[in-house]
């Protein structure tokens, strides 16, 4: 769905008059510079899971981080308990301009959460199936803690926070414990555009993903600091946030004129240990049809090259770590060698580093050992990059383990990406945030 002047607008002036901090004395009265919501990596599913308090009265929800959702979506069929649920109707400004093609629902059931007539109709996506299903748009309280960048600080909330009811068939595949999915992506009922709304800061978010700490994400500007007091967003590297015209047909995206709600980047091409490798870099950008470039995921768990960019890239790391005897593969990885093989560095084994150079030809997204290589079964380190088929819908899709223990600031305003690779020169990681200090 586009993210129109005139939609932002709406969302801007409804959170104006309604997402003033709750008057509960457990809750901060002063408006938050930041927010934040721990992240754990479930290695069932290598999926990324949140929690946020919601309903009245406040109920923990764990949430699978689907970066390129729409919105913050739960299953509304178990247990949905909460004084302070509203539906969205479907004649309000806000559902119109969401240009819902079923704009009107009628339930036979309800009335109850997710099942009201006359309510919204939006449609929830499971990403990691790619299930979609009629929910209900409706406004809960949600509450989260605000922070200085460095602690936590005071709960604050949104009273009427957009969301979307969904179905429990749709938690299919998700990791055990979650009732649903939190959305970050480019929609004025993202969580990133919400908060901002909300608390009137910059429309900023930021992700640091753990593999098996307590990574972080923040809603609007930096500092970012690690233990032991290391601020990792002051020598962020910037890239343009690209928009794929075309939403259809492998965004949720409802009206498939719409532009997607998904992040991408612009790459030129890919080098290896600084040389570069030849691939078909017409696949690197968004054709008419919406297919081709670069996308950032956190719902894929490993980088997925199209076919012929894998082939590449395999082919010259085999050449250049020729010397080193490969084992027998383990799916889906198709490149492995005896974990031995390789020393060890503060960047992870010592292996040739993958460069993907961006859109002003210079700036570089380097993946190092920690990130390019992961250890599976046997003593193996597996390239922990994927075949994603010829003729995929995106050349490259950049997954969760490559985002580990890297910052990536997405800057909504100004439509572009900052990150650095990877935090572990630094010597810290993503699960180095003090969750337990109170600001």
């Not at 926070?161 to 959305?183: H, P, R």
């Not at 210079?362 to 990130?371: C, D, I, P, S, V």
Request: hydrophobic letters at 35%; aromatic letters at 10%.
């Amino acid at each position: 769905m586009a993210p129109s002047v005139a939609l932002y607008l709406l969302v801007s002036l409804l959170f104006s008059v309604s997402s003033s901090i709750a008057k509960t004395p457990s809750l901060s009265s002063r408006p938050p510079r930041a927010l934040f919501l721990p992240v754990t990596k479930d290695h069932s599913t290598n999926q990324y899971i949140t929690q946020i308090n919601q309903r009245t009265p406040f109920s923990p929800v764990k949430l699978v981080v689907d970066l390129g959702g729409e919105s913050l979506w739960v299953d509304c069929d178990k247990g949905y308990k909460s004084s302070t649920y509203k539906p969205v109707h479907c004649r309000s400004s806000l559902c119109s301009l969401l240009k819902t093609p079923f704009g009107c629902g009628e339930c036979y059931g309800g009335p109850k959460p997710g099942c009201y007539n006359h309510s919204c109709s939006f449609f929830p996506t499971n990403s990691v199936t790619g299930v979609t299903t009629h929910g209900e748009l409706a406004k809960d309280i949600v509450s989260l803690q605000s922070t200085n960048g460095s602690n936590p600080g005071p709960l604050v909330s949104v009273p009427r926070f957009v969301f979307t009811c969904g179905a429990t068939f749709l938690l299919k595949n998700l990791a055990k414990g979650t009732n649903g999915m939190a959305g970050f992506g480019r929609t004025p009922i993202g969580l990133p555009s919400q908060f901002s709304h909300a608390f009137r800061f910059s429309r900023k978010f930021a992700i640091c993903l753990s593999s098996y700490g307590t990574g972080v994400i923040f809603f609007g500007d930096g500092p970012y600091v690690m233990l032991p007091g290391i601020d990792i967003s002051y020598r962020l590297n910037y890239t343009p946030l690209l928009i794929n015209k075309i939403g259809a047909p492998y965004s949720t995206t409802i009206a498939g004129s719409d532009p997607s709600a998904e992040y991408y980047i612009g790459v030129r091409g890919i080098k290896i240990n600084g040389e570069p490798v030849a691939i078909n870099t017409t696949l690197l950008k968004i054709n008419k049809e919406g297919y081709g470039g670069t996308k950032i995921s956190t719902t894929v768990p490993y980088t997925t090259l199209e076919t012929s960019i894998y082939k590449a890239v395999t082919n010259t790391l085999i050449k250049m770590v020729s010397g080193v005897p490969r084992m027998k593969p383990v799916a889906p990885f198709k490149l492995c060698y005896n974990a031995s093989s390789f020393g060890s560095t503060r960047l992870g084994p010592g292996f040739p580093p993958v460069d993907l150079v961006l859109q002003d030809g210079k700036t570089l997204w380097t993946f190092f050992g920690a990130n390019s290589l992961v250890s599976v079964e046997g003593g193996r380190l597996c390239l922990a990059f994927v075949d994603g088929g010829v003729g995929s819908v995106n050349a490259i899709v950049i997954g969760g383990y490559q985002l580990e223990n890297a910052i990536l600031q997405f800057d909504l305003e100004k439509s572009r990406l900052g990150f650095i690779s990877t935090i572990l020169g630094a010597r810290t990681t993503c699960g180095n945030f003090n969750f337990t200090s109170i600001a």
